[in-house]
């Protein structure tokens, strides 16, 4: 079974976690202790996919 690190979407560095062919993560926080981003990823087969949270609106009174 084949096995890859998990690259950080931003600044394309290892991360701290491996996943293999099987691996499907959904709604997954990743963090990158190289330059300490956050990105909610979706992953299936190896392919990554980052999912895009709608800027909070500033509150109007």
Do not use: G, H, Y
């Not at 963090?31 to 190896?46: D, G, M, N, R, S």
């Amino acid at each position: 079974m084949r096995e890859q690190w998990l690259l950080c979407p931003f600044c394309k560095s290892k991360t701290r976690l491996k996943i293999q062919e099987n691996t499907v993560l959904q709604n997954f926080p990743l963090f990158c202790p190289k330059c300490k981003q956050e990105a909610l990823i979706t992953v299936k087969q190896f392919k990554m996919s980052i999912i895009k949270e709608p800027d909070a609106k500033t509150q109007s009174r």
